[in-house]
């Protein structure tokens, strides 16, 4: 009985042991199977059946308004081996073949040897892997369709094992330029847009998906789209390539200089409002500059004397003053409620008895805030009022997100005190987005309208408008018509003749008002820690009719700060090379190419002079006689129909020449070889010399010659 007893406990012991043995030996094929079999097994599975498969849109483009591609969706890949796919056929190309294959591998990747590639892939042939990582990173879709070439690899991805992981990735081909105001995708794209253009309007970009589901059919399993993705429309932006790059090119070298803090720049069609540049560069702990914030609509600053236009205006607009009226701004200092109102120049005496228009040329704060204290002190919100009339407190509700809301406090409201109303006049005690001020300006270029800023205009796909946006009208009518035409006379000569000139072109004619302003530290005041201060410029161009106004902002922590030379002189090189961008000719000016031009022709030697017209096929008349090795000195004259070269009779050695209407290099030549030496002036043809032709020559003598 004791036997069977022990018979019995070692068959359970074995039937325990076989189970368990079973059981370990189930854990560790799923083990393989989760882990090391993983991408086996899901390549089996999409062999088979399945339903409901999404299938992702390609997302619309984000286009200048010329058309150039500024943010558009590029595959990425990343590159896999399989190295039990394909079984021992396969094997054995790859190691005939991998020599060559490594050479390829380093032909598309430089960055690493063949010696190297080598070494990885025998690395994970060992292992026996079935993903494995060919090169670390991410790679373009020509890099990947070059490897696909190379010898196993251009085999399909079950045979020869090769197999790749797509990305959608975003791209910017102009890199930095206006990337903030573009915005970014999160890096897995499903999550959609964060911020710029590509939030704003990811409705409309990303599209809609489609549904697949694979099937069977002829021994062959097809993709069989039951819903079929659309594509995201194409956003046609406000934005000008060639202006942003103006833009940021003025405003980078600036910060450089100046080792700024940050930097923005806005440029924007006047009758539009469509923003054609816009630049917001940060310093970062590199002390290099880069787009990470779009600072011109979100950044919260008091402006500074830029807010002494609309001031100004209020006060014209109730009647209170004209561009005549006189404030006695005295030696530049003055008190004002306990505390000390002062003039850039109080140190040289200030500015004494002075007219609006001067006030304002030079960027008085005494006379500024000396007329607003004067006439509104009684009724602060009259002033207030006379501001909103003119919607400069509205927020713009822009078609991207982000934007600061204004912020300008009346008399009822919390911590108004009797400082408040001067000091806000002249661009304390509030604060405004520079996108803000220049709408307010650009107001003020487009004869009293003021428009919303624009950023996108069209939604297109395949070449139709699906969605316009069309241009918004914020205020109708900011002012009279006569405020608006002496406020524009006025911010003329704040350029012409005031401290604004840097902004100034010898072409054409700006207006605009300079802003300089302390940076609060915050319940520190304005006195402790580092002094930073905003330097601004905002105004238009070309005066007589604004096509453009542009907003400068910098702020510096070191330096004497200047609104003038510092922004207005970005603001001057900006306007400048807009301009000449936007230069457009009459076509009636234009030449047909298959007249004769006759052009005009120096004084000279002729024989040079022939041979070079001959060469251009210029019809020509002699009135000289040529010999062969001798050089013959004339004048021309242009006719209807050809050059008339006119030789001269030989000049006396010892006599001067008369070298009138030659360049200066036959001019100089003819002279020095006289012995004279020669001293000029200006540029073109020869206008005058001081020693007149035919008088005789004293060796070393100097001779002017003025060209024009």
Known sequence: MAVNKKNIMTRYFFVVLIMGLLGIAIVVKGAIIMFAERQYWHDVADRFVKENVTVKPNRGNILSSDGKLMASSLPEYRIYMDFKAGGYTKDTMLVNHMNEICEGLHKIFPDKSAAEFKSHLQKGRKKGSRNYL??????????YKEAKRLPVFNLNKYKGGFHEQAYNQRKKPFGSL????????FPDTAQGAKNGIELSFDTLLKGRDGITHR?????KYLNIVDIAPVDGCDIISTLDVGMQDICEKALMDKLTELEAVWGV???MDVATGDVKAIVNMERAKNGKYYEMRNLAISNMMEPGSTFKTASIMVALEDGKITPDYTVDTGKGVKRMYGRDMKDWNWYKGGYGVIDVTRIMEVSSNIGVSSIIDNFYKSNPQKFIDGLRRMSIDQPLHLQIAGEGKPNIRGPKERYFAKTSLPWMSIGYETQLPPLNILTFYNAIANNGIMVRPRFVTHAIKDGEIVEEFPVEVINSK?????TLEQIQTILEKVVSE????????????VSGKTG??????????????????????CGYFPSEK????CIVSIQINKGMPSGGTMAGSVFGKIAERVYAKNLRFDIRSAIDSTTNVIPPVKAGEMNEALQVLNSLKVPVQKQFSPRKGKEAWGHTQASPNAVILQGKEEANSNVVPSVIGMGAKDAVYLLESKGLKVRLNGIGKVKSQSIPGGNHVVKGQTVTLTLR
């Open 134 to 143: 060919i090169y670390p990173r991410r790679i373009s879709y020509i890099q």
């Open 498 to 509: 005031g401290l604004a000139k840097p902004a100034g072109s010898k072409q054409f004619h």
């Open 215 to 219: 099937q069977k059919v002829m021994n």
């Open 516 to 537: 300089t302003a302390q940076v609060s530290q915050g319940t520190a005041g304005y006195k402790s820690g580092v002094r930073n201060h905003l330097v601004s410029f």
């Open 546 to 549: 604004p096509k453009y106004s």
């Open 478 to 482: 900011i002012c009279s018509d006569r």
């Open 265 to 267: 720049v806005v440029l």
């Open 178 to 185: 206006a990337a903030r105001t573009l915005g970014d995708l």
